[in-house]
């Protein structure tokens, strides 16, 4: 069995299609895929659960909660526009993947070895809109992530497909907190945000408390890479600082050596 922790990762991919169809057709074969490698490689302790975010919507320009109409019964999902230029939320059609597994980084290297040989064909995206100027065009895969990127991912999210493989007989992800248990409440949260003059503050901070709860669980996953990132920016923190001195010295004995 693995030794590997279970650990978060997360994919924005450059990649453009040219409907909502084709779109969804890839994201299942994704599903596909990462379920053919959870029971391929079950005996190594491999299992995976994924959010696989279908959008038409620039990133930081909508949030998604449930219509509120006093009736019984499911609910419809809507996306309302909070930021955009001149009303313009659209763009190509793409996906986001936020991908928790055992292992991580080498099931993230399993999957992004698969996109990049058979999602070659696809559109690129040649300057994307959240990520400025990187060297390699053609796909995007983030190392270093959190459950927060999950939120980013769900707010302009048209459509999400989840997946859960575990054919391992150790137990991952305890019942009530998977990725889609933390999909409905983080829309559950919202909505009670959204309509709080309806709902009422009791149960708004219910529904909160509920998200937050599972919300946690995946802080915890994601602790150690955070620590890192943090450990890793103060470093080069120090190191600038360290620059910023040696080049205040330097420039004083350059102004003495001219008096």
């Known amino acids: 069995m693995s030794k590997s922790k279970l650990g978060i990762s997360s994919f924005d991919l450059n990649m453009r299609f040219k409907d909502k169809d084709e779109a969804i057709k890839y994201a299942k074969r994704l599903k596909e895929f990462i379920r053919y490698t959870c029971k391929k490689k079950a005996r190594n302790g491999w299992s995976s659960e994924a959010m696989i975010c279908v959008s038409s919507n ?6 998604v909660y449930y219509e509120h109409n006093g009736k019984v019964g499911r609910h419809k999902k809507l996306i309302s526009k909070y930021h955009s230029e001149n009303g313009n ?59 927060n990127k999950a939120e980013y991912f769900i707010d302009q999210a048209d459509e999400v497909l989840f997946c859960n493989y575990n054919y391992t007989c150790e137990e991952r992800i305890p019942k009530g907190y998977s990725l889609k248990d933390m999909y409905n409440a983080y829309l559950k949260m919202m909505t009670a945000r959204m309509h709080s003059r309806t709902i009422g503050n009791k149960k708004r901070l219910k529904l909160e408390d509920n998200y937050y709860k599972i919300k946690n669980f995946y802080w915890d996953l994601s602790k150690d890479q955070d620590k890192k990132v943090v450990d890793e920016f103060m470093k080069q923190v120090q190191l600038n600082k360290i620059a910023s001195n040696y080049e205040i010295i330097n420039n004083n004995k350059v102004q003495k050596n001219e008096i």
Do not use: C, Q
């Open 58 to 63: 620039k990133g930081n320009s909508t949030i």
């Open 89 to 147: 939320i659209k763009v190509d059609w793409h996906l986001h993947i936020f991908l928790v597994s055992k292992p991580m980084y080498a099931f993230r290297e399993e999957i992004k070895k698969y996109i990049d040989k058979n999602w070659s064909n696809l559109k690129i995206e040649k300057e994307p809109f959240d990520y400025g100027k990187i060297k390699d065009k053609s796909k995007i895969y983030k190392k270093n992530t959190n459950i």
